[in-house]
């Protein structure tokens, strides 16, 4: 594979994951249960890698744990991201709704 091929393939493989944060910022906007769609499809994706590799792993080994232990942490990078956006987002609606009831209970 030539270099002009990986630095393409890294730069789609940007674009993506930058449009998908986007996405998650348009969908906590829009509503909060919407913005938990991303980070819960990628936590059960995550969940799925991790559950294939422990059925294919043989024995219980110290290392075999070790190992999806790892795979499960890589593979939930993006639920982490996904997930502290939506913290942001959720964190930002409390504090206008607490904003909204100290106005109203001022007027009273």
């Known amino acids: 594979m030539s ?3 990986v630095i393409l393939v890294l730069l789609l493989f940007l674009v993506l994951m ?5 996405l998650q910022v348009w969908m906590c906007k829009k509503s909060l249960k919407l913005g938990l769609l ?3 499809s990628f936590l ?3 969940l799925m890698l991790t559950a294939v590799f422990a059925i294919n792993a043989v024995g219980a080994m110290l290392g075999n744990l070790v190992v999806l232990v790892g795979i499960f942490l890589l593979a939930n990078i993006p639920t982490f991201i996904f997930g502290g956006i939506w913290l942001y987002f959720k964190r930002r609606h409390d504090g206008l709704d607490a904003l909204q009831r100290m106005q109203i209970e001022d007027l009273e």
């Open 3 to 5: 270099y002009f091929r």
């Open 38 to 40: 991303l980070p819960g």
């Open 18 to 22: 930058a449009l998908l944060v986007v």
């Open 44 to 46: 059960a994706l995550g």
